[in-house]
Each structure stands twice: as C-alpha cells, then as structure tokens.
C-alpha cells in the first residue's frame, strides 16, 4: 500500500482492487470490489449491494450484473481473509424503510409526475438531459408520453400543443436552449397558456463551458422575450426542493396561466443526495388547475351570443379556460393581441384592457401565494447574507465555519425571484448586507439593490465551480469588512 497517513478515526485497508476486478471480468470494476470490502468492514449485508447493482446495471444484461456482483464478492472474500482478526468497530444500522437517492434533475422529474404532468418534450442538452431520461419509461405509467423533438424550438412548441389540449405539460433545457425557446415563450404568455419550462443553467454565453457550473441566466429567464411578458420563476435551493417546487410550479402555471421558468443549475443537477420515507409525502400532493371551467359553469363566461370568453377581462388577471371538447367552451387564440373571445384587434382600448389583464396575474399572485425565503443562521445578526439557488447548501455550512471564527450572520436563501419576497424589511433591518451568487455581475444583487433601494457586497464566483463552504465563509467574513468596497470581493 502506498505510504499514506490515515487519521486514527479511519480504518485503512490494503486491497488490490484492480486485480481483483480483472479477475471478476475487468478493471472498471474496482469500485465495486471496494464496495464489497466496505461491506465485510462495515458489517453490511452484501446482498443489499446485489440488488443495488441489479437495479443499476439490469438493462445492461445478466451477464454485466453477475460479473458487478462477483467483483463485490471479491473484495468481501479478501477483507474477511485478509483481516480476519482484526476488529473495525464498525456497524450499520439497516432498515426496512424505502430511502431514495436522487439528484437534482431526477427529482424535478419525480416532482413532474406527482405534481400531474402528462406531457414532456424535450432535446438532449447537457445538464438538463436526465429529466427527460428519469421521466422516460416512468410518466407512461401514468398515462403520460415523453417525446425527443429535433431541437429545443421544437420541443417548446410540442409541449404548448400539449399544454393548449389540456396537459399538465412540460420541457426542460440549458441556457442555449432557452434562447431558442423564447420566440415561442412570447406565444406562451400571450395565449395565456399554462406551461412550465425547466432551465438547468450552465455556463455561458453561446455553448459556453457545458460541464461547468453558473447561475448566469437569471436576467435572461426574467426578462427575455420582446414586449412586457407576465412570468413565474422559481429557484429550487436544494435537491429535495427541486421536487416541492416542481409540484408548485405546475400549480402556479395553471391557477395564474403563465408560463413558469423552474431553474436548477449544474451542481443542483448533479448532486445526489439520500432522502427517507418521509421526504416526499405523495399523499400531500395537491393539485390546483386553476380556473378550469366545465359544461356547467362555462354560461358564466359566454356572450350573449353564446360565444366564450377565454380571455374575459377580470380583477384578479385570471380568465377562464376550458379544455378542448367542453360543450360550450369552443374559442380560438392567437400569438396577436387579441379581445376577450381570441380575435385578433388592433383597437387601443382592448389592448390596453389586455396587457393590464395580464400583468395583473402577477400581482393576484403576490398577494395569494407564500412566496418567502428560507432562514437560517442567527436572525437577530447586524449582517445579512442573501443567495438564491442552489447557493444554499454551501452556505449553510460556511455559517458553522463562521460562527467558529465568532462571525454571527442572518442568512437567507431565496427560492423565489419572481415574484419575489420582499427583502426591504430585513435589508433596513442590517447594518452590512452581502449577496452570494455564481455569476460575474450580480444579477440577483441587481434585483435587491432595485427593490430596497440599498446598495449591497457582492460574491461573485464564476470561474464554472460552485461555492466551496470554506472560500464562501472566508469571502463573507471579508465582506463585512468596512473598508472592503461592493466590488472587491471574489470567491
């Protein structure tokens, strides 16, 4: 064994997992003979690892599975004989309890099927890639279709199709994707069709560095498009929130019908994380489709003529909708500005009367929904941190490293950026305030320094890595430094 120091709270073992795994039919194995001698050291049942490697490599063939198991089972045989009188100290509890392990964009696509979506398109863009695959072979259990369109102009369009039928609908890309998409966003918003688009955000700008971290995208999800677009997006801060606010975003997307910009980005993508039984609570689930109107109800929304109204002019922005074949339902819509039955007009008055209709969603929603930040750390801290995103965890646990150094700070991490929260309050409330995020600009730190009217420190990391706890705690704590300037501060 290479000459290493283990610390005296680990356990070091000698094993030769490349020939072992060559023995057991090859060296890409040697994971998982360290796996199998993890389990010997450990205590852990082994056959627990079997099933795991058949659930991961069954599509793969019989043969690939037992030569995995195999592999384990080798480095198992030579802990035991290797160490057999040697006592690790080690034991695993084990349970009966269903615990799932997930990434990011895996659990925006569980929280698509729970949250009732029936529809995907898509293309294949690296880091949004796995939500079409997790979707795929599992939304047809509920009756649902993924389709891979040619390109991400297809994809949009497809799933608006399915969206305007009725559809709980849905497509997912990256920043390149998003700009081809937003022609058809436009579309979306105008039509007042209920549609949530994924944007797992890499770096950019072009085709950028596709395997790398970056929360640059934020300006273009909020205000991307020509003309004045009514909008949602939501900025999921961990991995199990990726599934909550995919449940809320289609909800949203229905009760205010407006597209909604549900944003991950890379290292949210990736990460993998164990949850248990009582993390995802499907019973919980509810699902609000908003002002749907059937056969009984549709008279209220009807002319005197007969004729529907799809885009009545209401007070809280909200206009009925129906779904394709309810009797008395039948409209049409157009991408032009249209009246109150889908016709297209040019008169100023109905414009105005639209446009206000429309913005006014977004307001109905400020004052309806509990669009809040989550808080940590100490809430009674002259000095206020703000992330949005996937920020969170890092900072989390450099508030611990900070507090060991005698840094007391308030921290609040920001899931939703528009409709945001009101930050003024707890901005006038500190006497530093300091905005982390994975960009250049600070485009978040825009939004708050626009809102409350206070100039902010900024964190700006952009070099395609996410925050470390470390460099994040030590940025923070020279952040509120006095003599350090907005702009000095780089993680």
Known sequence: MQNVEIPDEMVGLDVPLKRLAEEAGGAIMRNV???????????FPIENLDSALQKRFGDKGSAIVENNQTAARAGQDYVRDSYADRE????????????????????????????????????????????????????????????????????????LGAARAGARAMTATSGPGIDLMTETFGLVATSETPLVICNVMRSGPSTGMPTKQEQGDLNAML??????????????????????????AFNLAEKYQVPVYLTADLSLAVT??????????MDAVEVDRGRV???????EWQADDGKFKPHAVTEDGVSPRTIPGTAGGAHMTTGLEHDEFGRRTEDGGMRVEQVDKRARKVDTAREREAFEP?????PAADALVLTWGSSEGAMREALELLDERG???????????????????????????????????GQFADLVEHDTLTRVKRINKYDGVRFGADELADAVAAALDDDVTATEVHA
Do not use: K
């Open 33 to 43: 003979v360290a796996l199998g001698a993890a389990c010997e050291a450990a205590e």
């Open 88 to 159: 690790f100290g080690y034991e695993l509890e084990c349970t009966d309890a269903d615990y799932v392990l997930l990434n990011g964009d895996e659990a925006i696509g569980m929280g698509a099927i729970a949250g009732g979506c029936r529809f995907y398109a898509g293309y294949p863009i690296t880091p949004a890639t796995d939500v079409m695959e997790y979707l795929t072979g599992r939304i047809e259990r509920w009756g649902g279709h993924v389709v891979q369109a040619e390109d991400e102009l297809s994809a949009i369009n497809i799933a």
């Open 223 to 248: 205000y991307g498009g020509h003309g004045e677009v009514p909008r949602f997006v939501l900025a999921p801060t961990t991995v199990a929130e990726c599934f909550h606010r995919t449940v809320e």
């Open 272 to 281: 993998e994380q164990t949850y248990g039984p009582d993390e995802f609570d």
């Open 293 to 299: 109107v059937d056969e009984e109800s549709v008279a």
């Open 374 to 378: 989550r808080e940590f750390g100490d």
């Open 407 to 441: 840094v007391s700070v308030r921290f609040l991490s920001v899931p939703y950026v528009y409709p945001r929260p009101d930050l003024t309050e707890a901005v006038a409330a500190a006497d530093r305030v300091v905005v982390a995020e994975c960009n250049s600009t």
